[in-house]
Nanobody, 121 residues
Framework: QVQLVESGGGLVQAGGSLRLSCAAS????????MGWFRQAPGKEREFVAT????????VYADSVKGRFTIDRDSAKNTVYLQMNNLKPEDTAVYYC??????????????WGQGTQVTVSS
């Protein structure tokens, strides 16, 4: 069974840090973009960051540039989101996502169950 399982969320004060983990299992993700999205109550899900598994290409949303870093540990098959200088507006459920790197394939997208991040002022 292919799974993406997030962990590391919690309650933190503004200015603090959290490190989210996404444990991937069930297949290789070498041909995938691994990314993070988030959704706050009453708002649409929004893009946060992405990184292709086999390379070093990264893209960040403007709202998190300079504060968040996406990385991965191939040996552990795990993707991380290091979040520094957190703000109350970062409060959301954070989801791990895997998206095929190349068009024209039949490989599906995968999503984790989400982990709650709450930043207090």
């Amino acid at each position: 069974q292919v799974q993406l399982v997030e962990s590391g969320g919690g309650l933190v004060q503004a200015g603090g840090s959290l490190r989210l983990s996404c444990a991937a299992s069930g297949r290789t993700f070498r041909s995938y973009y691994m990314g993070w999205f988030r959704q706050a109550p009453g708002k649409e899900r929004e893009f946060v960051a992405t990184r292709n598994w086999s390379g070093g290409s990264t893209v960040y949303a403007d709202s998190v540039k300079g504060r968040f870093t996406i990385d991965r540990d191939s040996a552990k098959n795990t993707v991380y989101l290091q979040m520094n200088n957190l703000k109350p507006e970062d409060t959301a459920v954070y989801y791990c996502n895997a998206h095929p790197e190349f068009s024209g394939t039949m490989d599906p997208d995968y999503w984790g169950q989400g982990t709650q991040v709450t930043v207090s002022s």
